[in-house]
């Protein structure tokens, strides 16, 4: 099991950039992609961006390519999600999840952070 904790998040208005990190512990060593996901009230979770542990393939949601940068940092078991020019729209409570195996869904799941970005 990976135990993640979340931490970034906050209020910001239109335009404006947050940074999320996320950090592992536990069995680290066999975490093969760490993802962000975010739920907004009334919605069901999405899937906005990922990144492999080994070889740092990128992934993004359609709505946040260009916006978001996902990045990691191995000596720290740390993943960040930079998100900048935020909307309204992008307010939500955002979750790290870790990814065990090559095949499957996601493992473990942190605890969420909110973001609310005013108009």
């Known amino acids: 099991q990976v135990q993640l904790v979340e931490s970034g998040g906050g209020l910001v208005q239109a335009g404006g950039s947050l940074r999320l990190s996320c950090a592992a512990s536990?069995?680290?060593?066999?975490?093969?992609?760490m993802g962000w996901f975010r739920q907004a009230p009334g919605k069901e979770r999405e899937f906005v961006a990922a990144?492999?542990?080994?070889?740092?393939?990128?992934f993004y949601a359609d709505s946040v390519k260009g916006r978001f940068t996902i990045s990691r940092e191995n000596a720290k078991n740390t993943v960040y999600l930079q998100m900048n020019s935020l909307k309204p729209e992008d307010t939500a409570i955002y979750y790290c999840a870790v990814r065990l195996g090559v095949v499957g869904g996601y493992d473990d799941w942190g605890q969420g952070t909110q973001v609310t970005v005013s108009s």
């Open positions: 990144i492999n542990w080994s070889g740092g393939n990128t």
């Open positions: 536990g069995r680290t060593f066999n975490i093969y992609r």
